[in-house]
């Protein structure tokens, strides 16, 4: 009789064994198979760049179709840098120096006389060319940080030759220097070495930052980005607070928040390519006052790393930093293939699935 209840147990465990070992492979294949990436940070960071990006590493990239379809955003962002600087001169009372120039200048202003249309004509191309020559365009440039002018403001003034080409089909590194505000929330999905990520991007300007909380479920990792370049920078939305300030403030928010306490948080210090440019010429000593360091890239930029380390309130979360430079291909995968495995070993471990 003993050895019948034996049996019976031996039966009930052997099926018990079997239930926990199946619950244990589907909650691998799960994890293996849907990982959340949120992408966050206040407006100008790059989120939405890297979010391009996993579609041309992961997605096979964009279709000519999809990338014609960037090119009234490619126009508008040429036409409307060059307005900015011709209203930023005025307002810093800079000249501009070439009287026919000014003339020129005038119809970017004057939005009566239909001269843009949506499109870069070669005659606006030549207008563009001939007021970036001018020295008063190019002092006002120099001032950028004193008013509101986007990062893609040289690359596309410089390629307005191309921009006007009757057949002009923009090329991947246009479509990732595009500017567009994000509203709402925008979702990239793709597959790495069979696990599917999705990434989900939203708006980090202060008015889409109430939709966030609708994206904070069941986050595998957050992307936290932020812009390193634009540390003497002013808001968009009141042109009064620090970019940077902006930002560190946010994050530890984020970081924090009940939402992500046993969430991967990764940092991104985007924008690296700018800020060593700039770092040259413009002290960090704009946005911390205290620090004490040489002004060069690797002195500064491990000081805003730690900046935003230490507002990690929990000992026992880490945050990954990364240096990256979005509109760079290469780099970004290169980046993203060390993220992947820092999220997914780190799922894994937590979960007790990790070898």
Known sequence: MGNCLGGESDKETVRVNKVISRMLHDDRR????????LLLGAGESGKSTIAKQMKIIHNEGFTEEERVSYKSVIYNN????????????????ISIKAKANRKIAAKFVDEDTGYFHGDITPEIAVDIKALWSDPG??????????YQLTDSAHYYIESVDRLSDEGYVPTEQDVLRSRAKTTGIIETDFTVEKTKFRMVDVGGQRSERKKWMHCFGDVT???FCVALSEY????????????????????????????????????????KDLFEEKIKHVPLTECFK????????????????DKFVQQNENDKKQVYPHLTCATDTN??????????????HKALDESGLGL
């Open 290 to 305: 205290d620090y004490p360091g040489p002004q060069e890239f690797e002195a500064c930029s491990n000081h805003i790393r």
């Open 137 to 146: 365009i190019q002092k006002t440039f120099k001032r950028s940080a004193e």
């Open 78 to 93: 040429t036409f409307l840098a060059m307005k900015t600087m011709i209203q930023a001169a005025h307002d810093l009372g």
């Open 331 to 344: 780099h970004v995968k290169l980046v993203f293939n060390a993220v992947k495995d820092i999220i997914l």
């Open 221 to 223: 990792a957050v992307i």
């Open 232 to 271: 003497d920078l002013k808001l968009y939305e009141d042109n009064e607070t620090n970019r940077m300030h902006e930002s560190l403030r946010l994050f530890k928010e984020i970081c924090n928040s009940k939402w992500f306490v046993d969430t991967s948080m990764i940092l991104f210090l985007n924008k």
């Open 30 to 37: 799960k994890l293996e198979n849907e990982v959340k990436l």
